[in-house]
């Protein structure tokens, strides 16, 4: 499918007129961290993100947590400076929304209210999983070329998306992960390596189970493609698959039946989360 040039906004709050908040409180932040001699890695430790995420929010590209926002404030001696930002940031969050292409909108709508999400992945990481490093050398390397405004645009979206593992109470997740998209190395060894320690990281919540299918497995319960499987609240499950950039959603209660029961056939076959952890441990120290 070809993809459409999109007009600005090119960030997610854009269109609602919060990005200038969103802007002043990473700078902020921005400054603190700096101030206190912290880099990003050792900041994102104490607050419980990774080194992608602490960026993504100094630059405006994903919305400060309130939370993150209340313990940044004391741990980097903030003096009140952030939280007094707190009622203005949840009325800018209440009015954000985030852009996906027209096509994707109503899926994205269900997975940023699902109670349950599920995926089977062949050909590479999820994007509710990839690092901004792993997610940017995907769109750029897609055929045909996007320019670097849809590119950021993107990148920008799929990490708003990842916001879905902080809400509470947190959704239940799974994934299954052909092992080649462990091996795979998108964006070069050091984009990997980090992407395996992102799904180590991810993996060690508690609501979320990652597990591999080792590839000399010698029978396979489905050989048509990637899908996610979620549950939307208050309504029935559904699934969703796109291949060659044409998406599908399917709501029918009987093709979903058959998606569920293939995805779970295939979670009795993998590995366990423990030995799939240990694996990607493993890839990762002979990287």
Sequence with gaps: MTEERERRPETPAEEEGTTGLFIALGKMLKLLRERKGL??????QLVGYGPDAVSAMERAVRVPRPEVLEKADELLDGGGLLKAALPELREAMAKARTRHPEWYRGYAALEAEAVELHFYANQ????????????????????????????????????????????????VCSYVL???????????????????????????MRNVEIQVMPTDTDHHPNMDGAFNLLTPKRHPAVAYTEIQGYPRLVTDLEEVRKIAERYGIMRAMALPPTESQALIEKKLGEL
Excluded: M
């Design 39 to 44: 880099t990003q890695k050792e900041f994102g």
């Design 124 to 171: 590479g990481v999820p994007g509710l999983l990839q690092t901004e490093a792993y997610a940017r050398a995907v769109f750029s390397r897609r055929r045909p070329l996007l320019d670097e405004e849809t590119i950021e645009r993107r990148v920008a979206d799929r990490l708003a998306r990842q916001q879905v593992f902080e809400r509470w109470p947190a959704p």
């Design 178 to 204: 052909e092992e080649v998209v462990l091996d795979r190395p998108i964006g070069g060894p050091e984009v990997h390596a980090h992407q395996l320690r992102q799904l180590l990281r991810i993996g060690g």
